[in-house]
């Protein structure tokens, strides 16, 4: 099993909108490739690490069990505008949020597993279908 292992645990919306092969292309692009990754996708990402000590137990567990089975050294956030785990119709006042929440789900992550590197994406224009990838940190 010492061959078995991938980078990173990448977090997605389960958005039907953002789509599979141009998600793939815009983590290439970040120096995600594919097949070095874990992923999940749960509605609205890892924003329920914020929530109930369930919902955020379920997303650490998954964090800790890609650790353990494949030696995972990052995780990555993806969120994206317009989401419905938000509900928010303003876009600047959801990316505001979104960035907040970011920082503290770093936190999070950070407490919990100091060995691991963390870092975020916004995924922008999904309303229109015109897809980007911004890094936050
Ligand atoms: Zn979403």
Do not use: W
């Not at 998600?23 to 996708?41: H, P, Q, S």
Request: charged share 25%.
């Amino acid at each position: 099993m010492s061959n078995h292992h991938c980078e990173y645990l990448v977090f997605r919306c389960m958005d039907f909108r953002i789509k599979g092969s141009v998600l793939g292309d815009l983590l290439d692009g970040a120096g995600i490739g594919e097949g070095n990754y874990d992923l999940v996708a749960c509605a609205g990402s890892a924003k329920d690490l914020l929530g109930r000590e369930e919902e955020k137990n379920f997303l650490l567990k998954q964090i800790a069990l890609s650790r353990k089975l494949h030696q995972i050294k990052n995780v990555a956030v993806l969120y994206h505008d317009n989401c419905g785990a938000y509900g928010i119709a303003d876009q600047e006042q959801e990316d505001e949020i979104q960035r907040n929440d970011l920082v503290k789900i770093k936190g999070i992550i950070a407490e919990q597993f100091p060995d691991l590197r963390f870092t975020a994406f916004i995924i922008k224009g999904v309303l229109l279908g015109d897809i980007s990838l911004e890094k936050i940190f």
